[in-house]
């Protein structure tokens, strides 16, 4: 079988869970944030958040224009309370994440096996999305803890999925015999993750080795008759660690790929994976031609690919399907229409991945 590698956007994990969001936030900028920012003193930031808020609250449009600060902001000297506004919408981006995650008692069906699959054929994935609903089902294939991250048959665990030794947050608590362990595949998440901690006092930019996950659905008791309370106590760990997630934020100038070392080794093996590959399979990425950088990425890595395939859901006669056709054109010129599948992700890997058999 031809080496096979995903490339996975927003809706890759909206066609499996429905109520994840997309780059429209969806009206969950609350009305309390709006009453916090009513005050004469925040007039400024509240004009920035009323016009998103009547446009239809845009993410990427609204941290774009927080995080860097026009000409005017600092004659009309509003830059701190532009900044407060930054944080707190910040903040609630990466809480309305967790939640989504922390939701859900079970996964789909479907993604366990499209997880199955992609372990038995050693099909890497190279994702934009910061969930780990899909890291949770790769590592559901095997459940190993992070004492034995070695198997004989094939798997995927957070210790060296990822691309690079990843340990476990517990390790800041407790001195473990730990080893990398060799994934079957790679999930290359190249704007970071939601489970991607860092450690209590490490300086900016961060080393790989102060790069921990830390996810609820890994944690496992050292031993069957010892509780993993004693050891692993979430309220302990917390206390060695940052508050904050290693997020590539949806801004327009995205700088951390760039000046984090861990992002530089993650689009490194990526853009190698991407060259060894003999079937590039896209699914709910929609190309965004203001992600440069990604298309710098593709645009080179790609240059000698012919199969390559584009998986989404949107009418095929709408003027979606032909800007989506558009922006993929402008960053792979010889793909045509005959190269995309609109009927969705679900569909279109029930129909070509043999995930009964794995």
């Given amino acids: 079988m031809a080496k096979t590698l995903f490339i996975l956007g927003a809706g890759f994990t909206k ?107 050693e099909a890497d994935c190279i994702s934009f999305n910061y969930d780990d609903f899909l890291d949770h089902a790769l590592w559901m294939h095997q459940k190993l803890g992070n004492y034995a991250p070695w198997c004989p048959n094939k798997y995927w665990h957070p210790n060296s999925g990822y691309g690079f030794f990843c340990r476990p947050a517990s390790s800041c608590i407790r001195d473990e015999n730990l080893i990398m362990g060799s994934s079957a595949m790679l999930l290359l998440k190249l704007h970071g993750s939601i489970n991607w901690r860092i450690k209590l006092g490490a300086s900016d930019p961060y080393q790989l080795d102060s790069i921990l996950h830390h996810e609820t659905w890994s944690q496992q008791p050292v031993s069957k008759d010892v509780a993993p309370i004693m050891y692993d106590d979430p309220a302990e760990i917390e206390k060695h660690i940052k508050p904050e997630r290693l997020l590539v934020l949806p801004v327009l100038q995205k700088t951390d790929i760039v000046q984090q070392p861990i992002f530089r080794r993650i689009w490194a093996e990526a853009f190698e994976r991407l060259g060894k590959a003999e079937r590039i399979i896209f699914i709910g990425y929609s190309m965004p031609r203001t992600d440069i950088a990604t298309g710098f990425l593709l645009r080179e890595a790609l240059r000698d690919k012919k199969d390559i395939t584009i998986v989404n859901k949107v009418d095929p006669s709408s003027h979606e399907s032909h800007a989506l056709i558009s922006a993929y054109q402008s960053v792979i010129p010889d793909i045509t229409k005959d190269n995309f599948y609109f009927g969705g992700a679900i569909p279109w890997i029930t129909a070509n991945l043999p995930l009964s058999c794995g």
């Fill in 15 to 121: 066609a499996f869970v429905d109520e994840a969001f997309l780059s429209v936030d969806g009206g969950h900028i609350t009305a309390s944030m709006r009453v916090k920012y009513s005050s004469e003193t925040h007039r400024y930031a509240r004009t920035i958040l009323d016009y998103e808020i009547a446009q239809g609250v845009d993410i990427e449009r609204l941290m774009t224009r927080l995080h860097t600060y026009m000409p005017h902001d600092f004659e009309r000297k509003c830059t701190q309370e532009l900044e407060y506004l930054f944080h707190d919408i910040k903040d609630h981006f990466v809480n309305r994440l967790q939640k989504l995650k922390d939701d859900r008692t079970t996964l789909p069906n479907d993604l366990i096996d499209f997880a199955r699959w992609c372990i038995n054929n």
